[in-house]
Nanobody
Framework: QVQLVESGGGSVQAGGSLRLSCAAS????????MDWFRQAPEKEREWVAQ???????TYADSVKGRFTISKDNGKNTLDLQMNSLKPEDTAMYYC???????????????WGQGTQVTVSS
């Protein structure tokens, strides 16, 4: 069974930084692409970034150049470093595991519980 546990959310002023983490097992890393999504109130869940099984990374245009997705090998976590945060980045952030590497919410096989990020202006 795949379990994903996010941590690291919080509140920050615009221009600040936050780092999110998603704990996953080594089995998960070997088998699945790993994604971050976010969902703001009354909006659809939005894909943010992906790390493939071999370590390739891709980003949504809205976060490119500001967010970095990576694996912390020591902690076995999928991290999302978020810099230059904007109020429009405010959302619940979710970690997901994706066998098909499809980057679409309805193709994700497993989800974490989410962690809230709030950016004030």
């Amino acid at each position: 069974q795949v379990q994903l546990v996010e941590s690291g959310g919080g509140s920050v002023q615009a221009g600040g930084s936050l780092r999110l983490s998603c704990a996953a097992s080594e089995y998960t890393w070997r088998r699945y692409c790993m994604d971050w999504f976010r969902q703001a109130p009354e909006k659809e869940r939005e894909w943010v970034a992906q790390r493939t099984r071999i370590g390739s990374t891709t980003y949504a245009d809205s976060v490119k150049g500001r967010f970095t997705i990576s694996k912390d090998n020591g902690k076995n976590t999928l991290d999302l470093q978020m810099n230059s945060l904007k109020p429009e980045d405010t959302a619940m952030y979710y970690c997901a595991a994706d066998l098909a590497c499809g980057r679409r919410a309805n193709s994700m096989n497993y989800w974490g519980q989410g962690t809230q990020v709030t950016v004030s202006s």
